[in-house]
């Protein structure tokens, strides 16, 4: 593991007025399942099946209740979704999963929820950025919250923009070694 320090976003706080409305959305780690000292194992696989994950933090920093309709794993119900995409145009596989239990249609003033993003590298170009470096990786991802206006019909609070922010000290945490049992890959 390791702190890695990365340029922050433009801060934007929390709601200011009852005309436009925004989240911060904090990506506070990044999870790597790519070995990063051994060559020889991630040489192994034509295509590397690599997952990176980014641990993210939602604050509701105004006075009022809004709703943040998102997908998960779990609830496809909404429209509204995060999404990763590389080279700022073209989309990857993910799949969000949040931490605990919260409504996310109702999202309380104060109120802090906690998501992972899977983003599935291996899924995208038939491997093409799976043997990357993450730090080269990384210049070239992006995370973005898209908000459908549809799923105003999931709750009576004002829907939300999400900001997304990158934690000055961003958690780095990836294996020095590959498990040479596992046939799949880590």
């Known amino acids: 593991m390791g702190i890695v320090s990365i340029a922050i976003l433009p801060f934007i706080t929390g709601c200011r007025n009852n005309s436009h409305c925004s989240l911060?959305?904090?990506?506070?780690?990044?999870?790597?399942?790519?070995?990063?000292?051994?060559?020889?194992?991630?040489?192994?696989?034509?295509?590397?099946?690599?997952?990176i994950r980014f641990g993210c933090t939602i604050?509701?920093?105004s006075d009022m209740i809004v709703s943040l309709p998102f997908k998960t794993m779990q609830d496809t119900t909404c429209s509204s979704c995060f999404k990763v995409m590389i080279k700022?145009?073209?989309e990857i596989p993910i799949m969000v999963e949040q931490i605990g239990y919260y409504d996310k249609y109702?999202?309380?003033?104060?109120?802090?929820?906690?998501?992972?993003?899977c983003s599935l590298i291996f899924k995208y170009e038939k491997?093409?950025?799976?043997?990357?470096?993450?730090?080269?990786?990384?210049?070239?991802?992006?995370?973005?919250?898209?908000k459908d206006?549809?799923?105003?019909?999931?709750?009576?609070?004002?829907?939300?923009?999400?900001?997304?922010?990158?934690?000055?000290?961003l958690l780095i945490q990836c294996k020095k070694k590959g498990n040479r049992d596992n046939k799949c890959g880590p």
Do not use: A
């Open 24 to 51: 911060e959305c904090t990506i506070n780690y990044i999870r790597d399942n790519m070995p990063y000292d051994d060559d020889d194992y991630v040489n192994i696989f034509s295509e590397y099946p690599r997952r």
């Open 59 to 61: 604050k509701n920093t």
């Open 88 to 90: 700022h145009t073209d």
């Open 106 to 117: 109702n999202l309380m003033p104060q109120e802090i929820i906690k998501l992972e993003i």
């Open 127 to 146: 491997g093409k950025y799976g043997k990357m470096s993450l730090q080269d990786l990384l210049r070239l991802i992006k995370v973005e919250y898209e």
């Open 149 to 169: 206006i549809n799923d105003k019909s999931l709750s009576e609070n004002k829907m939300v923009d999400v900001d997304i922010i990158w934690n000055k000290d």
